[in-house]
């Protein structure tokens, strides 16, 4: 049978269509930023929804990890996908192999004028319950690329997508939380965004990938995607 068609940047267009399309696309945040229409397959996006996720107290500080102190307690309720978990999520795991792939590093590397060769890439499934919220901040330095892609078809509010901020933490845009949307962004000086507190009715699911160089990442690899 023919290969699956690619699923995310390079989806069946030229690097000079992929790239003329994002590059000051109408994310207008700063020109930084771009946003993706329809990035995943339908197939990855029921994996997405097929994951089951482990049950545990949940804390919400404003931080991702759940845990301000550092201690990451909230670390086995995380999934990433990984090798060792590829056999159940294949299609996603297409996602990871191309996102590592030379072509796809160095169209994303042109795209953000980052150098993206020596890179980790990680991805992880969100699934954020009512009570999340994320507290303005900008990625370290080591974030040398994020994306997060939406999956919302069970109409939670379009209001739940990423929040971005004005230096004086005002809220300068919210990205709509729409199904098979998403956005890349660079870590920058200012580029301030988070999750303003918000009713999630059910559940606010989305893929975060990322590109990064971290001296600790390689000591947890159970976050990255060899």
């Not at 940047?9 to 700063?30: A, K, P, Q």
């Not at 159940?88 to 297409?94: A, F, G, Q, T």
């Not at 999956?151 to 933490?169: C, K, M, S």
């Amino acid at each position: 049978p023919p290969p699956p068609p690619p699923l995310f940047f390079l989806n069946n267009m030229t690097e000079y269509e992929i790239l003329s399309g994002l590059v000051g696309s109408d994310m207008c945040i700063r020109d930084s930023h771009w946003t993706l229409e329809n990035p995943l397959s339908e197939t990855s996006i029921d994996e997405v929804y097929s994951i089951e996720f482990p049950e545990g107290d949940v804390i919400f500080d404003g931080t991702r990890a759940g845990d301000k102190t550092g201690k990451n307690l909230l670390s086995k309720l995380r999934v990433f996908i990984t090798k060792e978990n590829s056999s159940y999520y294949p299609e996603l795991y297409e996602l990871v192999k191309e996102m590592q792939s030379k072509e796809c590093t160095d169209l994303i590397s042109k795209m953000i004028n980052r150098n993206l060769a020596n890179s980790f890439v990680r991805v992880e499934v969100i699934a954020d319950k009512n009570g999340f919220w994320l507290e303005p901040h900008c990625d370290i330095k080591e974030k040398l690329m994020s994306s997060i892609l939406f999956v919302n078809r069970y109409g939670e509010n379009e209001n739940l997508g990423t929040d971005f901020y004005t230096p004086d933490l005002k809220v300068a845009k919210t990205l709509p939380y729409r199904n098979n949307f998403g956005y890349i962004f660079t870590s920058e000086k200012d580029s301030w965004h988070g999750l303003e507190k918000k009713y999630i009715k059910n559940e606010r699911r989305c893929l975060q990938l990322l590109s990064l160089i971290h001296i600790s990442e390689p000591t947890r690899p159970e976050r990255i995607s060899y």
